[in-house]
């Protein structure tokens, strides 16, 4: 495993829900991504949060809102999506925000829309 | 110019080939090429890198060849087994920038036939 964990696996939500997917890094890094992964596209970066501090938010609608409170646990809530919202959701860590390219991802939540 | 360009979409190829996927880029300001590999119900795990004043870097099985004149480089799987079956992404990083952003293609799915 790669030392990053994402709770829940499997996630099934009405567009009226309010859920949150929850990420915990066990490898003392310093910066937290939240990105989007959707059938034959590109990974969509999200978030990013450097020392618990958000330096990044991708022009991610507001239905999406992330929270950052330790350097160790990253959450994604959301509320009132939409179906095209469906998609996997992988967290990611890597040591500080200068090291980017060294990015360790977690398994994913596979998000659906109903 | 963000964009990084990633071919084929899907590979099949018998064990023991030699899959090649390649990627192509515009920015020239990206200085570090990584490739991600993604099985089934993971996330994705950082499987070699290059920096361009390189022309080839081989790890195991695993080759990337760059092409900084052209803009492209590529991954080789040499002796391939069934084992590598999974999706390749391509990715790109201007780490001199601070940048925390890795641009990723839209990824190739390589099957290894027994």
């Known amino acids: 495993e790669t030392g990053v964990t994402q709770t829940p696996r499997h996630l099934v939500m009405g567009m009226t829900n309010k859920k949150s997917l929850k990420c915990e890094q066990h490898l003392g890094h310093n910066a937290m991504y939240w990105y989007k992964q959707s059938a034959k596209k590109p990974l969509e970066l999200m978030f990013v949060?450097?020392?618990?501090?958000?330096?990044e938010n991708n022009s991610v609608p507001s239905r999406f809102s992330p929270e950052c409170p330790n350097s160790s646990h990253l959450f994604l809530h959301l509320h009132t999506l939409q179906p095209e919202d469906s998609a996997l959701y992988l967290c990611a860590s890597s040591p500080h925000r200068d090291h980017s390219y060294e990015q360790y991802f977690g398994p994913g939540t596979r998000l659906t829309v109903t | 110019q963000q964009q990084v360009k990633q071919s084929p979409q899907s590979l099949i190829v018998q064990k023991g080939g030699i899959p090649i996927i390649n990627c192509a880029y515009e920015n020239t300001a990206f200085d570090y090429f990584p490739w991600y590999q993604q099985f089934p119900g993971k996330g994705p795990a950082l499987l070699i890198a290059?920096?361009?004043?390189?022309s080839e870097k081989k790890e195991g099985r695993f080759t990337i060849s760059f092409n900084k004149s052209a803009k492209q480089f590529s991954l080789h799987i040499m002796d391939s087994q069934p084992g590598d079956s999974a999706t390749y992404f391509c990715?790109?990083?201007?780490?001199?920038?601070?940048?925390?952003?890795?641009?990723f293609g839209k990824g190739t799915k390589l099957s290894v036939i027994p």
């Open positions: 949060y450097s020392l618990e501090e958000r330096v």
């Open positions: 290059i920096r361009p004043d390189v």
């Open positions: 990715a790109a990083s201007n780490t001199g920038a601070g940048s925390y952003q890795l641009t």
